[in-house]
């Protein structure tokens, strides 16, 4: 885990400038536990209406 991984939800919750935000995702391209993150965070997100 890396300090980029604190940035996990401020990235999901769009809340990160546009550095930030590409750091991010530089980030997520080499860490499969963020990628893992944001991807369950997407399909729950697609979950709740139904719930």
């Given amino acids: 885990m ?3 991984c604190d ?3 401020d990235y ?3 809340h990160l400038n546009e550095s930030d935000k590409a750091a991010f995702e ?3 391209e080499n860490c499969s536990d ?3 993150a944001i991807n369950e ?3 729950l997100n697609e979950f ?3 719930a």
Wanted: aromatic share 14%; charged share 20%.
């Fill in 2 to 4: 890396t300090r980029h």
């Fill in 7 to 9: 940035h996990l939800l």
């Fill in 12 to 14: 999901y919750n769009q």
């Fill in 26 to 28: 530089k980030h997520l």
């Fill in 34 to 36: 963020c990628r893992e």
């Fill in 41 to 43: 965070l997407y399909q």
């Fill in 48 to 50: 709740l209406p139904f």
